[in-house]
């Protein structure tokens, strides 16, 4: 594990990143050392760790702002992880998977991963996530404090946008940062049929057609948690909102 400064020369810097502070957890010499340096080039204040459990150490001890995190990792995997981090504070966190399995995928984003990544990728679109992700955290503060006129009332389904709040039924349904934003993008317009490069351009804003299947996989843990009838598949186009007919 390293402590690294905010910039190759140890000079402050006036990025976008500036201060704000990433954990990388990978157990790879090399892909460590190439996330860390793009996001020093980033601004960001940068710790790794190559094993489970000083990554849950590392992440108590240091607060970080966001997770990068392998799932398959020594001592014991980025699930859990993930879940004992999130079970000490609530922390954006990228997953990075060497097999392009969705049921990974889905685990992931299902004890708390806010999006993922399938090695082997490009240290640019790592950087361009990591940066939309913080930005939706912050999205997500200042709408905690910025009150909405009302509750969107779907039917069941119930999204309180001040709160960033999702209830089924009248129970609660906890959505990661990113689920939310995708709920309430396809709830802006219900019914109408969302392309999956309109949904990354508006929730990832990433307009790269590779990432569509990060949208699909979102759309199907989202599905388990608000149930799957309410997100109609229009094959080869994209995904609407299901409401109830007047």
């Not at 954006?92 to 708390?112: C, F, K, Q």
């Not at 990544?117 to 990591?130: G, Q």
């Not at 990832?204 to 799957?228: M, P, Q």
Request: charged share 25%; aromatic share 4%.
């Amino acid at each position: 594990m390293e402590q690294t400064h905010t910039s190759h020369n140890g000079t402050a810097t006036t990025t976008p990143g500036a201060q704000r502070r990433v954990l990388v957890v990978e157990d790879d010499a090399t892909i460590v050392d190439a996330i860390a340096t793009r996001l020093r080039a980033e601004g960001f204040l940068v710790q790794t760790a190559g094993d489970g459990p000083s990554a849950v150490d590392t992440a108590e001890a240091w607060q970080p702002d966001l997770l990068i995190l392998d799932i398959m990792l020594p001592g014991f995997d980025g699930l859990e992880v993930c879940r004992r981090v999130q079970a000490q504070r609530p922390v954006p966190v990228m997953m990075l998977t060497a097999r392009d399995d969705e049921t990974d995928m889905l685990v992931g984003l299902g004890v708390g991963a806010d999006d993922y990544m399938t090695k082997p990728f490009s240290m640019r679109e790592l950087a361009a996530r990591v940066h939309v992700l913080l930005r939706r955290v912050e999205r997500a503060a200042l709408a905690a404090t910025t009150p909405r006129s009302g509750i969107l009332r779907l039917g069941e389904l119930e999204i309180d946008h001040a709160q960033r709040r999702v209830r089924v039924r009248s129970e609660d349904v906890h959505l990661t940062p990113t689920e939310f934003d995708l709920l309430v993008c396809l709830a802006n317009t219900p019914r109408a049929v969302l392309s999956r490069e309109q949904l990354l351009a508006e929730v990832w804003d990433w307009a790269d057609a590779s990432g569509t299947r990060t949208v699909d996989s979102h759309i199907k843990a989202l599905r388990r948690k608000i149930g799957a009838e309410r997100i109609r598949t229009v094959h080869g186009v994209g995904y609407a909102l299901e409401t109830p007919t007047p």
